[in-house]
C-alpha cells in the first residue's frame, strides 16, 4: 500500500561524500499543520487496509502478551542509592525511580505531561543529590532538560529547552552544570556553556568554541573536576575528531589541545583524572589505550583481540571489554592498567548488552541478558 502523496521539496545533505535525498525531512516538524494533515491521512489509510484483514485480534493479542511485560533500563547505583528506570505492565511511559534499601520512590512520572511524553536520566551530581533529567515529547529526537533534588523531589527552575543534547555535565560542587546543547539549526560556532543554579540561562558563560563547518558537531564529556570537548567535523570527505581538556579547579579557563586530525572511531573516556581512548587506528579490532594530555601514548590497557571488541564499558576502577567469539558475547574484566582480571560468566543462549554507567563513581556493572 503506498504512502500518500508528498508535495513538500525534497531536502539533499552531503554525508561522507555522498549526496542523500530525504523527501521526508519537513515531518521532524511535528506541530506544523501539514504533517497533522498527512499523519491523519496515513492513520486513514492504515485503518482502511487493516479492517479488511481477518483474525488480527488474535495476532494482537499474543504480541501484547509478549511485549506488555516489566523493563528496568538505566540503571545507576551511588553509594546507597540506586536510580533506574522502570515501565510497568500496562503502562506506556516509564517512571524515574530510587531505591534505598527496599524501599522505592518514584521521582518523576512523564505521563502527568501527556501520553506522548518521556522521561530519562541524564546523569546524576557527584554528590548524588541532583538528578538530570531528558524530557522529549512527540516521539521527536529533540529533549528539554531539567534538575531534579533527590531528596525531596522538587523541580528547579533551571532548565535547558527543546533542542539537540550533545552533553550534560554536573560542576563538581553541584552548583552549575556544562552543556553543549543546540537549539535549532544555526550557522553560529558551536558553543559549551557553564549555567549556575539560580541564574538566568541568558547569563550562560561560554566556555569553549568549536568552528561550525558541513556535518560537524560538538560534544561535552566530564568526569569530577575535568571536562572534555568532542569536535567531530569534515574534511576533503573524511570525517575527523578533535579532543580537548580542561580542569576545573580554577575554573574552565584553560583548554588543553589532547589530539586533532584523528578518526571517528577515536572515542575519549575520562576516569579518575586519567585520560584513555577507544581506537582502531593501527588496529581493526579496535585496542583501548591510555593516553597523556598531550595525546602521547601512555600504555597499552586491552591490546587488539583476535575478535572485534565490541562493547566497552568503564564501572569504577574496572573496564569490561566485550568480544563476539563464534557468535557468542565474551565479557573479560580488566584493571585501569591493563591486567586482565577476569572473564565474566553469563548465562549461555541469547544476547548480553552491557549498560553504561551514568555517573564516573558508579561502581556497579549492569547488563541485560535477552534470550
Known sequence: MPLAPITACPVTDLLHGVQVVDRYRWLEERNCIETAQWIQEQNLRHDAYFA????????????RGY????????????????FYRRRKPDQEQGTICIREGAEERTLFDPSCLGIYASAAIQTVSDDGKLLAIALKRDGSERKEVFILSVDTGDVFEDRLPLGYGRGFAFAPDSRGFYYCHEIANSTADHTIRRHCLGSQSDRDEVVFRAPRTAESALFVIGEG??????????HDGMQWTDFFLCSLVDGPTAWTTVFRNKSVLHVPMLRIGRTFILTEDGALNRRFLEVAENGDALREVIPEGNSLLQQLVLVGDRIYAGYLVDQKLTISAWSLD????EDV?????GTITLLDS???????????HES
Open 225 to 234: 573536576s575535568r571536562i572534555g570537548a568532542v569536535h567531530l567535523r569534515e
Open 67 to 82: 511485549l506488555n511485560r516489566e523493563i528496568i533500563d538505566q540503571p545507576a547505583r551511588l553509594g546507597s542509592r540506586i
Open 345 to 349: 560468566p553469563f548465562p549461555a543462549g
Open 52 to 63: 479488511q484483514i481477518e483474525g488480527l485480534d488474535l495476532l494482537r493479542n499474543r504480541v
Open 338 to 341: 591493563g591486567e586482565h582480571l
Open 358 to 368: 551514568l555517573h564516573p563513581r558508579c561502581a556497579s556493572l549492569f547488563a541485560v
